[in-house]
């Protein structure tokens, strides 16, 4: 499976933006889909996750902002990210775990937010 991100790009402190993740191939088991970010000089975290059950965990920095989504028809995953801070700017990283040993990582794509 290949993983395309997109939606990155520049947008001021307090605005949003729609990251998507299509799959090259239909997913139709998994155990979860889910958004990494990377800022400079840190190490990747999990911002969002989304079960193949419907359950969300997010991170608390982007909790109440951040909503992960999937469109199972076109085997996309979304971030929707609303209130963008300075410090949400990261690259972001779609992934899928297939199962255990198996899983899939998206090239990333850049979120810059200027204050």
């Known amino acids: 499976v290949q993983l395309q991100a997109s939606g990155g790009g520049l947008v001021q402190a307090g605005g949003s933006l729609r990251l998507s993740c299509a799959a090259s191939?239909?997913?139709?088991?998994?155990?979860?889909m889910a958004w990494y970010r990377q800022a400079p000089g840190k190490e990747r975290e999990l911002g969002a996750l989304?079960?193949?059950?419907?359950?969300?965990k997010y991170a608390d920095s982007v909790k109440g902002r951040f909503t992960i989504s999937r469109d199972g028809a076109k085997n996309t995953v979304y971030l929707q990210m609303n209130s963008l801070k300075y410090e949400d700017t990261a690259v972001y990283y779609c992934?899928?775990?297939?199962?255990?040993?198996?899983?899939?990582w998206g090239k990333g794509t850049q979120v810059t937010v200027s204050s």
């Open positions: 992934y899928v775990r297939i199962r255990d040993g198996i899983d899939y």
């Open positions: 989304l079960t193949s059950g419907g359950v969300t």
């Open positions: 191939r239909i997913v139709s088991s998994y155990n979860f």
